[in-house]
Structures are given as structure tokens and as C-alpha cells.
């Protein structure tokens, strides 16, 4: 009861300060301090990068300050991107807003940690040495020693865990289990106010996700002042009509999707849709940002103090750029022509005129102000009719519409932004890989208008008749682009793959290096049959490899990074054929002491060869002969002058047993002088043989060496 009554004290002494402060606030507001002033939105210009620019607008008085309420994760990019200008004279001052500290660096600083989720251990453990009083079936007070778990098996191996608490009380220690324990309470009642202070944080993290930010501007009488920002906003969408009869031209009818999943109602808004990827990020500029130090110990502890670095005197100081980003208009504070970022995109202030352009300050040279377009008044077919200008931002693209719009939060609409004939025809698309058997219905659509069609969904009706759907990727004024929306089945195309062919093409030496170029053909036959009553022009597609050169037709009537198109004209209730042909030249390098003796001979009796090749292939082939014949010599005198010197061995080992009178030991000497005079002769040989054939060689070596012909 007495935790109770000293909450409700509390919560009473927060209402009175509470109470006071608005009323100090308000009375502030209401003499000396500044006014609230609403600023509503003007403008929004959405692109398709998922990010929106905002505009407002409105008029202050004296000195003002306006509230705006934004979700937190919209700070970020309100930090990062936020323009404002106070005309008339008057100055903006500061923009203030909660600031954001993390909630983990703010949970440290509590006694009791619950960065984590602690169990009723963890928080008694942190309080050890703090009085408690435990209630259950005996209730108990002392001071926190220490922690034991106790185990139990149970049946079938089981375990049960519980912590025991160690307290010393006046009677002595006494153990506790936790897990029986009905009521725990602190004893010290600023740890008591503590836990339930950190507990209050964590509530108020999760809850809040609104943040005001007070824009202050000081001044005298009524004056004009601009707010602008970047906001994350859903991508906006684009959807096509395709409109198709005989005897008419094609008619294109293209809407905007946006959405409004503000919290705001946009009421007669001037919008912006702009196409296009502009680089957009995010940085947490809201979570305040803590540097990762490093420790440091006392100098009596380190083996190494950090170093300081003195400057280097002898650098020159680089002069200040003067007039960067700041220029000045009557006495305005405004950001000056070509200011932060000089060229490309942004949403610049100053200069002159709107300084919501991209020409004067932030960023660029080109408006993205609808005032400052050449009006375009679309073409209107039936009921529909375009209400956006369009004008190029640069490498962007923008629809400007025309009519204000208004549109509550949560909700979305969609706006005409196209409405215009077009040009084209229709053809048919034949792809294997995409249906085997019939060609796809298509469309040629060629962008007559000025506008640049963004990608998007392509409902066709044809006659009147809704025919398929298609889906079409950026086009910019006059190019082209195939859509596909349904299946020919009138249509039929079959297709054939020829055998492979493959030949010699030709052959070269080049200093010892024989090179043959090998010709490889494959071939494609389609056959293409057209039940209907009109006739059709197909475009057969066929991946193509940058390898393989097309040969027939010699060449493809369109080219795509990985496709060859050609046009098949086939008459109505007729039949057409269309045979494609590639070919691969392949060329092999081979060192000419690698050609085999069956190969030299195909090149010399082929028709490929040059009569000039065919004279070298021939000395090379004779060469070659007269360094083998001279080899083969020398290894037939070795071979002899080996078998002799074996024979000479059997006969002294037979001389050893024998009586030196014997006339078979005679014979055995004689024989030996004989075999002897043959070696000498056969090694006298073998010196000359050994000659040719290094001479032979160096001829074959040196031919090779510097042949090249044709």
C-alpha cells in the first residue's frame, strides 16, 4: 500500500508541473514569444525511386514558429534533405525536434540493466548486497548473498533446475527457492523507482512513433515562408490502354497511380511526376552517434603511449571558397545560384523566381516547376483526357498535371497522363524457347507522342474486344518497342535443325607454327503456315553467338543483345520458309615437329593447301626423312658394336677354363683380333654417322624455324 500511495503521490506532482509548464508555455506564446503558424502542402513532385518532394507553403506573422509532425522514420530523410526559405526579410532561425537517444545507451545508465531480458535471477543478481523481502510459504527479509542451482533427476532421466537465493538475515543464512517464491520486493526505494523507470522507457520506445519538429523563423509584419523536403513515398505507377481498329490509327491511354499514405489530405495540390532513377539513400542522422574509442591505460601500465602529430608547416592553407552556397536577394536569406551541388538535380533555392527549381541553388540547371513548362494539350479520344504537361528534367522525365489535385489520406487515385494516337502495325513473334508451335499475337508500338511512356502494364482491345495483356518498358519519344498479348493459333511454324557441317577452310605457317582453320556450319529450317484470311509478317527469333557468323540471310531485319529477328511475310491461308545459316571458323595452332607422317601427307595430296605450302610441306617431309635415315644409322652401329662386345664376353669367359695350348684357345685370340679390327671400324663410323645427324637435325631445326607461307 505504501508503493501504491507514493505512485499516486508521483503521478499527482507530474500533472501540477505538467499543468504549469503548458500554462507558462501558453501565456509565453501568447505575449512575447513566437506565433503558430500553418504551412500546408503546395506541391509534391513523386518519382520513381520511392521518394517524394514535398512543398508547403503559407503566410507568418512576426515571429512564428510552425509544428510539424512526422513519423520516425521519416526523420532521417527530413534531416537530410530539408530546404527553407523565410521572404520578405525575414530569417529562419532554427528547426528543433526530440532528440533520439539510443535507447540501450540510455538503459545502461540505470542501477539495474535490462538491455536484455533479464529472469528474475539475472535482476536479483545485479542488486547483490540490497535487502529484500521474499513472500511465499515463508516469508523472509535480508540481504541478497548469493546464488545456487540445484538439480533433481526425475523419471526416465529427466532433469528439473531451480535457483536458490542465499540471504542473511537476522537469524542467520537462509536459502530460498526462486521458483516457489510468490512476491519479491526491493527494500531500497530508489531501486524500486529506478526499475520502474526503465520499465516506463521501453514502453515509451515502443509507442512512440510520431515527432514533432518546430521550425522557428523571426521577423517583422506578414511574410511569406517555403518549406521543402524529401519523404519516402510509394512509387508511382503507370498503366496503358492499347486501342486497336482497322481503318484508325492506334490510340494509347496511360494513367498515373499514386498513392497518399501520408497522414496529411493533399487539397489542390500541384503535382509532379517525375520518372527516372535519381540516387536516393538513407542515413541515421536521427539516432544520436557515439565514436568507438579506444581504451587507453595509465601511462604507469602502457608499453606504448598514444602518439600526437604535430602539423605540417610547410603546407599551404587552401583558401576559402567564397560564395559556395550563399547568395543574396533584397536582404534574403537564400541559397545562391549553382550553390551546393553546381549542376545535375536537386531542389535548389535561390537565385531568383521559384526557389523551388533545380536551376538555382541545390543541386542543378534544370525546373522541375510546372510553371516554367511549354503546355502540351493532349488529343482526347471518347471520354478520357490527359491532364498532365510533360517536360524533361534532365535525364528524368515529368508529368506535370495540370489540375490540382485532392486526395485524403490513406487513399489513391488514378490520373489520365496520356491520351493519344500513336504509330505502329501488327506483327506476329516466333520464339521456340517461349511456344514451340504458334507465334505470339504482337504489336509494334513507335512512340508518335512527346511524351516518354514509362514502364508499365498494356491492357490491348482490339475491334472492341479486350485481346490480352502485355507489359511494355520505358520508351522515349519515337522509339519502338514490340509488346506481345496473345497467341496466334492460326499460325503454325515448325523448326528443323540441319546436320552439322564440317570442313578444312584453310591452312598457314607462321616461323614453325602450322595454323588450320576449320569451317563449321549449322543451319535452321522454319517452315511457317497461316490458316487465317490476311496475310502476316512473323518475326522469327534465334539466339545468336557472337562466335557463329550469320551467312544466310546476310542479314537479320533487327538485332537485340541476344536475339536475331527476321520478318517471314506469309500470305493469307499460305505457307512460307525461312532457313537461317551460321557459321564457326575455329583455328588450331600446331608446332610442325607435332604433325604426324599421316597428316603431312593429307595436307600434301588435299586441295587446301597452297602450292607454295605443299613445296615446304614436301622439303620438311625430306627433311625430316634424311634426319630419321641418319638416326636410324647411327642406332644400327651402336646396336652392332653392343652385340659384339657381348660376344667378346662369352668367348673370355669360355678362354678361362680352356689350356692356353689348346687350339680351341687359339681360335678364341684369333677371333678376338678380329672383333676388335670390326669395333675400331664400326666407332670410326658412328663418329661420322653422329656428325650427319647433328647436321641433319639443325637443317630440320632451322627450317622449321623460319618458315612461314600462306
Known amino acids: 500500500m505504501d508503493h501504491v500511495r507514493r505512485t499516486i503521490r508521483f503521478a499527482i506532482c507530474v500533472l501540477i508541473a505538467s499543468a504549469a509548464l503548458n500554462g507558462t508555455r501558453d501565456s509565453l506564446l501568447a505575449d512575447d514569444g513566437p506565433r503558430e503558424a500553418e504551412l500546408p502542402i503546395k506541391r509534391i513532385v513523386m518519382y520513381t525511386s520511392g521518394v517524394g518532394f514535398f512543398e508547403r507553403g503559407g503566410k507568418v506573422q512576426d515571429d512564428a514558429a510552425i509544428e510539424l509532425r512526422f513519423g520516425t522514420r521519416d526523420i532521417n530523410d527530413l534531416l537530410k534533405s530539408l530546404v527553407l526559405e523565410d521572404l520578405d526579410g525575414g530569417q529562419v532561425t532554427t528547426v528543433t525536434y526530440n532528440a ?73 543464512l537462509r536459502s530460498v527457492r526462486l521458483d516457489i517464491a510468490q512476491d519479491v520486493r526491493l527494500l531500497d526505494d530508489k531501486l524500486n523507482a529506478e526499475l520502474n523507470e526503465a520499465l516506463a522507457l521501453l514502453t515509451q520506445a515502443r509507442a512512440t512513433d510520431k515527432k514533432t ?54 487539397k489542390d495540390v500541384k503535382l509532379n511526376l517525375v520518372s527516372g532513377r535519381p540516387i536516393s539513400f538513407i542515413m541515421d542522422l536521427y539516432q544520436p552517434l557515439f565514436a568507438l574509442r579506444p581504451t587507453v591505460q595509465p601511462e604507469s601500465f602502457a608499453g606504448l603511449r598514444p602518439q600526437r602529430h604535430g602539423q605540417d608547416l610547410m603546407a599551404p592553407v587552401p583558401p576559402i571558397q567564397q560564395g559556395a552556397g550563399r547568395g543574396k536577394r533584397g536582404g534574403e536569406a537564400a541559397f545562391g545560384a549553382g550553390g551546393i551541388g553546381g549542376g545535375g538535380y536537386g531542389y535548389g533555392m535561390g537565385g531568383g523566381g521559384n526557389p523551388f527549381q533545380t536551376g538555382g541553388g541545390l543541386g542543378g540547371a534544370n525546373s522541375i516547376n510546372s510553371s516554367d513548362d511549354d503546355e502540351r494539350h493532349a488529343k482526347v479520344r471518347g471520354t478520357g ?22 486526395l485524403a489520406r490513406q487513399q489513391s487515385a488514378m490520373l489520365p497522363i496520356v491520351n493519344e494516337a500513336i504509330g505502329g502495325e501488327k506483327v506476329g513473334i516466333y520464339n521456340s524457347a517461349t511456344e514451340a508451335r504458334h507465334p505470339l499475337t504482337a504489336f ?41 498479348y496473345a497467341l496466334d493459333l492460326d499460325t503454325e511454324v515448325t523448326s528443323t535443325a540441319g546436320p552439322p557441317v564440317q570442313s578444312l ?46 551467312t544466310t540471310p546476310k542479314e537479320p531485319s533487327e538485332k537485340t543483345r541476344s536475339l536475331y529477328r527476321f520478318a517471314v511475310d506469309v500470305p493469307a491461308r499460305g505457307a512460307a520458309d525461312l532457313v537461317v545459316t551460321e557459321t564457326h571458323e575455329p583455328v588450331k595452332t600446331l608446332a610442325l615437329g607435332d604433325l604426324g607422317d599421316e597428316s603431312l601427307s593429307l595436307y600434301l595430296t588435299g586441295s587446301i593447301a597452297s602450292d607454295a605450302l605443299k613445296a615446304a610441306l614436301k622439303t ?9 635415315s641418319t638416326s636410324q644409322k647411327s642406332t644400327d652401329v651402336r646396336t652392332q658394336v653392343a652385340d659384339i662386345e657381348t660376344e667378346q664376353t662369352r668367348i673370355r669367359d669360355n678362354m678361362r677354363s680352356l689350356d692356353k695350348s689348346s687350339d680351341l684357345y687359339a681360335r678364341y685370340v684369333k677371333k678376338l683380333g678380329e672383333q676388335e679390327d670390326t669395333i675400331e671400324t664400326l666407332r670410326s663410323d658412328l663418329a661420322n654417322l653422329r656428325e650427319a645427324e647433328t647436321a641433319a637435325t639443325k637443317a630440320l631445326s632451322d627450317f622449321v624455324a623460319t618458315l612461314s607461307v600462306d
Not at 139 to 154: A, K, M, P, T, Y
Not at 385 to 406: D, H, K
Not at 464 to 484: N, T
Not at 620 to 628: G, K, T
Open 213 to 266: 519538429v518546430t521550425l522557428r523563423c523571426t521577423g517583422k509584419g506578414e511574410r511569406r515562408l517555403r518549406v521543402g523536403y524529401v519523404q519516402e513515398t510509394p512509387v508511382w505507377k503507370t498503366s496503358y490502354r492499347l486501342l486497336l481498329r482497322d481503318q484508325e490509327k492506334p490510340f494509347l491511354q496511360g494513367w498515373a497511380i499514386v498513392e497518399n499514405t501520408s497522414d496529411h489530405d493533399w
Open 620 to 628: 620438311l617431309r625430306e627433311l625430316r626423312a634424311e634426319q630419321a
Open 385 to 406: 483526357q490527359s491532364v498532365a504537361n510533360a517536360g524533361e528534367v534532365g535525364e528524368l522525365f515529368r508529368y506535370a498535371i495540370t489540375t490540382p489535385v485532392t
Open 505 to 550: 577452310a584453310s591452312i598457314s605457317i607462321a616461323k614453325g607454327v602450322l595454323s588450320i582453320v576449320e569451317k563449321h556450319e549449322r543451319s535452321t529450317h522454319y517452315r511457317l503456315k497461316n490458316s487465317g484470311g490476311a496475310a502476316k509478317t512473323i518475326l522469327v527469333e534465334q539466339p545468336f553467338d557472337t562466335a557463329w557468323k550469320l
Open 444 to 484: 509494334r508500338l513507335k512512340n508518335a507522342t512527346t511524351l516518354h511512356l514509362m514502364q508499365g502494364p498494356i491492357s490491348v482491345f482490339d475491334a472492341g474486344e479486350y485481346a490480352g495483356d502485355a507489359q511494355i518498358a520505358d520508351i522515349a519519344p519515337g522509339a519502338e518497342r514490340l509488346i506481345s
Open 100 to 172: 533520439q537517444n539510443p535507447i540501450v545507451e540510455t538503459l545502461k545508465t540505470f542501477s539495474i540493466d535490462l538491455t536484455y531480458s533479464p529472469s528474475l535471477a539475472d535482476l536479483l543478481r545485479q542488486v547483490r548486497g540490497e535487502r529484500v523481502r521474499i513472500s511465499g510459504p515463508n516469508s523472509v527479509e535480508g540481504r541478497i548473498l548469493g546464488f545456487e542451482e540445484h538439480r533433481q533427476i526425475g523419471e526416465q532421466g529427466s532433469v528439473a533446475t531451480w535457483e536458490v537465493l542465499t540471504l542473511v538475515t537476522d537469524d542467520g
